[in-house]
């Protein structure tokens, strides 16, 4: 059986923008109204989610390639790419469980349909061309999309139901709740 590709949409921006609290409050949307959602987050830094001292971390350390840790409440597995390159989006998309929705934090330059989270007290610049497609502007002001490279509308930041919608429909989406 052919594994089903999830719908994917990003929310994209520049940093401390509002796109990690819209990204949650999304999540809980969706899963208010039925739909299954997964995201993938892109982090610029070396990050770690593995604490120093854990048995998990002194095993990545000592150089394992995967570190899987599984208890019963939930699993994890980390990846260490040592001397290989990033993980491109859609091979990342290949390593998650079917879903309804994925929605993607970050990932500026990716292909996926993005909503571009703009709030003019921090952050005026315009996003690069190769960011496209940027397919609608959440703000917490009134602003002109156009003046972000998007032809699509404004959304109010603060009206997660309206932003969910748009996701819904764009993505054609069957509610379910």
Known sequence: MEKKSPKVFGITGWKNSGKTTLVSELVRWFCDHGIKVSTIKHAHCDFDIDRPGTDSFKHRQAGAQQVLLASSHRWALMNELRDQDEQELEDLLEKLDPVDL??????????????????????????????????????????SPADYG???????????????LFITEYCQLTLKA
């Open 102 to 143: 994925v929605l993607v934090e970050g990932f500026k330059m990716g292909d996926q349909p993005k909503i571009q989270v703009v709030r003019p007290s921090n952050n005026t610049e315009r996003l690069s061309q190769e960011a496209q497609p940027i397919v609608a502007i959440a703000s917490d002001q009134d602003i």
């Open 150 to 164: 998007c032809s699509g509308p404004l959304l109010a930041l603060d009206n997660i139901n309206s932003i969910g």
